[in-house]
């Protein structure tokens, strides 16, 4: 069976949005994808998962903003600043000298502002984030019983005449 569940919670100074989609699986499959700031929590993460689910794969999508005052905002890529002057040389001799570069094609350079890192505590992170997963979860888990719930009517729709003296599949 297949799944999706979306939750999302805006506070003062912060967003959060939890994206989950789930596929059958024979093992409990579980990849994250955040920014680097949050992963920390993927082990508690999982293991609540792994608390209230069965066998899937998890494919998670977090979206955490903080607007507060230590929260993340834009910064400059310092590796991709730091090779600017040789970038720019090398267009300058493909170019020709005369080419002019402004702060705009810079910007276009991927991934050259990137999101600064939250010096929020670990502990007000987690308490943000997870019960909006917890709900995420439970959206899934909702949609998956859905899902079977339909397919138990149609296998017993389908099956039901040939074997007249069976239980019913699901009750």
């Given at each position: 069976m297949t799944g999706y569940g979306k939750a999302e919670a805006i506070g003062e100074g912060y967003s959060v949005t939890v994206e989950f989609k789930s596929v059958n699986n024979r093992f409990l499959e579980f990849q994250i994808r955040t920014s680097k700031n949050i992963l920390h929590l993927e082990p508690k993460l999982k293991q609540s998962l792994e608390s209230t689910s069965r066998a899937a794969a998890y494919h998670v999508t977090f979206n955490y903003d903080s607007t507060g005052p230590a929260g993340s905002g834009l910064a400059l890529n310092r590796?991709?600043?730091?090779?600017?002057?040789?970038?720019?040389?090398?267009?300058?001799?493909?170019?020709?000298?005369?080419?002019?570069?402004?702060?705009?094609?810079?910007?276009?350079?991927?991934?050259?502002?990137?999101?600064?890192?939250?010096?929020?505590?670990?502990?007000?992170?987690?308490e943000r984030i997870m019960p909006v997963f917890t709900r995420a979860c439970l959206e899934l888990v909702a949609m998956r019983e859905k899902e079977g719930d339909v397919l138990a009517a149609d296998?017993?729709?389908?099956?039901?005449?040939?074997?007249?003296?069976?239980?019913?599949?699901?009750?």
């Amino acid at each position: 069976m297949t799944g999706y569940g979306k939750a999302e919670a805006i506070g003062e100074g912060y967003s959060v949005t939890v994206e989950f989609k789930s596929v059958n699986n024979r093992f409990l499959e579980f990849q994250i994808r955040t920014s680097k700031n949050i992963l920390h929590l993927e082990p508690k993460l999982k293991q609540s998962l792994e608390s209230t689910s069965r066998a899937a794969a998890y494919h998670v999508t977090f979206n955490y903003d903080s607007t507060g005052p230590a929260g993340s905002g834009l910064a400059l890529n310092r590796i991709s600043v730091r090779r600017l002057p040789a970038v720019i040389r090398d267009a300058q001799k493909r170019l020709g000298v005369g080419t002019v570069l402004d702060i705009a094609d810079l910007l276009k350079i991927p991934d050259m502002i990137t999101a600064a890192e939250t010096s929020e505590p670990v502990e007000l992170v987690a308490e943000r984030i997870m019960p909006v997963f917890t709900r995420a979860c439970l959206e899934l888990v909702a949609m998956r019983e859905k899902e079977g719930d339909v397919l138990a009517a149609d296998l017993q729709d389908e099956f039901a005449p040939s074997f007249p003296d069976s239980p019913r599949l699901r009750s």
